[in-house]
């Protein structure tokens, strides 16, 4: 089996919660809360020193403004938070059927032809990782395929050609004579489950939100912070840079924070943490074969 490295969990204290930065959203949306901090300092300057040709607008207008796109971001982190955990679910039953081929392939008699399913599985969830990350399927599976992996032609589905050679594996084991009938029937159904994940995986990755949907949000978060500033300095004063930084930040860190759930399987901070569930597959069939 190939080195595995654990992976630290550290508890989060109240300091973590108010000053961490790493994992946060901070980073993708500093600038432009500072952009806007800089504008809204900008402008209250500019009223305090001219007549505000804003003074009578008030701050109304931007409240219902502002209740509107809160009501409609919410609909869209829904439904990207929706996309995350059918993702984590579906990975969930991965694990559980791995698990599943793991136990109910321990009668076989011959050790050899198990050991080359279940590493053929293990390779199978490397290369569904990486696939869904846009990666090199079967780099990511020669590891644990070393006579296959570079057989694979260009732009294949690598993780079902892996599972259909692990299907022609039990198919000969049962003409064989290794396995039962009913065993082999057992064991497809699980190769079934296992292939349900992925078309749900794909499906998940391949059809994204409506393109107009999400520039729609991203327009209108844009036009009210960069406006809001106008409709509070006169009321406000020097009060204003810090309002629109609060508001800028809660406005943006959503909106980011729904562009990172709409793709669960990438590799930013919010996403599904795939290296550690593949490494969850990785253990428990190291386990099996050891057993």
């Not at 204290?13 to 930065?21: K, P, Q, S, T, Y």
């Not at 064991?187 to 520039?215: D, G, H, M, W």
Request: proline share 4%; net charge negative; with cysteine.
């Amino acid at each position: 089996m190939p080195p595995r490295t654990s992976v630290p969990h550290s508890k989060v204290g109240l300091r973590d919660l108010l000053f961490a930065v790493r994992g946060s959203i901070v980073p993708h949306i500093a600038l432009r809360v500072i952009v806007l901090t800089a504008l809204s300092c900008g402008v209250v300057y500019w009223v305090t020193s001219h007549d505000d040709p804003f003074a009578g607008l008030g701050t109304a207008p931007f409240t219902l403004i502002g209740i509107s796109i809160s009501i409609f971001m919410s609909f869209r982190n829904n439904a990207c938070y929706d996309r995350w955990w059918e993702g984590r679910r579906q990975w969930g039953h991965l694990v559980v059927a791995a698990r599943s081929l793991v136990r109910e392939t321990m009668p076989f008699r011959s050790k050899e032809r198990r050991e080359r399913i279940l590493r053929s599985l293990c390779g199978y969830t490397h290369a569904l990782a990486a696939r869904l990350r846009g990666l090199d399927e079967a780099a990511a599976a020669r590891a644990w395929l070393p006579a296959r992996a570079d057989g694979f032609s260009a732009g294949a589905n690598v993780s079902n050609a892996i599972l259909n050679d692990i299907g022609r594996e039990l198919s000969s084991l049962a003409e064989d004579g290794e396995i039962s009938e009913w065993r082999y029937t057992m064991l497809e159904a699980r190769l079934v489950e296992i292939s349900t994940v992925q078309a749900a995986c794909e499906r998940i990755k391949n059809t994204r939100l409506p393109f107009a949907y999400t520039l729609l949000i991203h327009r209108t978060t844009y036009a009210f912070c960069c406006l809001l500033p106008f409709g509070l300095a006169t009321h406000l004063g020097w009060g204003t840079p810090v309002i629109v930084a609060v508001v800028s930040y809660t406005f943006f860190g959503l909106d980011a924070i729904g562009d990172q759930l709409e793709d669960p399987f990438g590799k930013d901070d919010n996403d599904l943490p795939l290296d550690e569930l593949v490494r969850i597959v990785e253990d428990d069939i190291s386990a099996g074969l050891d057993a």
